[in-house]
């Protein structure tokens, strides 16, 4: 266990927010967490992954634990499927890349998130196409007041596009340790059709693509449309793509016939949330150091010295323009602390 004091949380958290917190505590193992958990009122902790999902807005006068448990295991194989658990810390890109050299399929479409296991529950990671809900068997998390180990199946998460149980009925009461997957060892089922993944397949040569082919070709999609967080601080979409009744989205499409759109289900449509902003002009857009990034406006950056308040600030402005030009109201995807 490593702990230091009234410590810059600047290179634990993707957007380079500098804010101190009053203790970082790192814990590499299950009994060093619940050493912790045990010494520390339970109001007074704040975990912390791999900082790529949240702003910081102000220091954290808390004791902030850092969830760096490693480990991966095997814990049953049938012919085709492997179930694997991976501890919270283990990072999830490093995971994936595990997973696809051992040849087990499924993840590969959720290559180069940042970020670690342990939270990919908690908004129920996804792009192009999947969902860690399509893959994910259980999740062991303990509970912050009772120390109990509470196992969570699929079902319980009650996972759906960007959310989970972890966001809202049992927000801050647990802390996720490990998690279970089901993965394909044999005939993969590779999903190639969202976005430019076939045609980023096809630039590469490659006439039969294999579950690796699939995750390179994610791998050089992402890094051409997004920000490296090591070069530009940032936090991924900043805001959740917009659903809205197929009645809402008839209005808005009388207005803007070229708006894309994905039907949810019967009688929901999804707007992707980075056109709109792109659409109202602020692609782009800065304020100080806080910026729309110029090619995804979906992501907002830090180009530097921008605090917390400023990308803030910036947030605001722009969930206000969209009101304002869409009727439309954006929610953020990243936790504001
Ligand atoms: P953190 O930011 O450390 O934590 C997020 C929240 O979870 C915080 O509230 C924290 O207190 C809590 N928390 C952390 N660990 C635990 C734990 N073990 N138990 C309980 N609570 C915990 N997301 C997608 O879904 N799809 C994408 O394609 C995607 N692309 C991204 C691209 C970039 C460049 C970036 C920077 C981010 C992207 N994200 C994406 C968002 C982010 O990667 C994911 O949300 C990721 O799962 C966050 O993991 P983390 O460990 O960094 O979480
Ligand atoms: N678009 C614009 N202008 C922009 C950005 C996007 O017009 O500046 C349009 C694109 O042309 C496209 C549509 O919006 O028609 C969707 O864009 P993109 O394919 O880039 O995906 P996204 O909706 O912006 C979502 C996820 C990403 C995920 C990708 C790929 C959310 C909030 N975001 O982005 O997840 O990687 O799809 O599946 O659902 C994240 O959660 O942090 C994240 C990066």
Redesign the pocket.
Known sequence: MKISRNTSLKSYNTFGIDVKAKSLISVNSIDELITVLKNNYYKDLFILGGGSNMLLTKDIDMNVVHIDIKGIEVIRETEDFVFVKANAGENWHQFVLYTLEQNWGGLENLSLIPGNVGTSPIQNI???GVELKDHFVSCNAIDIQSLEVVHFTAEECEFEY?NSIFKHKVKGKFIITSVVFKLKKTNHKLLTNY?AINEAIMDMGIINPGIRDVSNAVIKIRQQ??PDPKELGNS??F???PVITTQEFEVLKMNFPEV?NYLVGNDSVKI????L??KAGL?GYREGDAGVHKN???VLVNYGEATGEDILHLAKKVQGEILKKFQIKLEP?VNII
Do not use: T, V
Request: glycine fraction near 16%; proline fraction near 8%.
């Open positions: 996804g792009a192009y960007r976005g449309k997004l991924g979409s805001f959740k793509n894309p992707p949330a980075g056109w902003i792109d692609k995804q406006a979906l995807e």
